[in-house]
């Protein structure tokens, strides 16, 4: 296919996905159901919120993990390859 062909393709599973939200969602407030479908997913954001500290705990600790894996073999659980780019790319 090419890409113009894979590009309306594309465009095509778009509209369709979207125009089925649109009526999904447009018989599910008709019908009440809306209503259970946002506290189930207020419950779902509470259910698998992770705080703030954790979240930087976890980063600091990946962030000891990798400076101990480049600096000596065997320093750290993780596997780490040395890499020799020192800047970020361009382009």
């Known amino acids: 296919m090419g890409k113009v062909a894979v590009g309306a393709t594309v465009v095509c599973a778009a509209a369709v996905c979207a125009a089925s939200v649109y009526i999904v969602r447009r018989r599910m407030q008709s019908s009440g159901k ?5 506290e189930i997913l207020r ?3 509470e259910d698998c919120a992770t ?3 954790k ?5 600091d600790a990946m962030t000891v993990e990798m400076h101990a894996g ?5 320093g750290s659980k993780l596997k780490m ?3 020799y780019v020192d800047n970020l790319p361009s382009g």
């Not at 809306?34 to 946002?38: K, L, S």
């Not at 480049?70 to 065997?74: C, F, N, P």
């Open 34 to 38: 809306w209503a259970r479908v946002i």
């Open 43 to 45: 419950v779902l954001e």
């Open 51 to 53: 705080p703030i500290g």
């Open 55 to 59: 979240l930087r705990q976890v980063a």
């Open 70 to 74: 480049l600096a000596s073999e065997g």
């Open 81 to 83: 390859l040395i890499s």
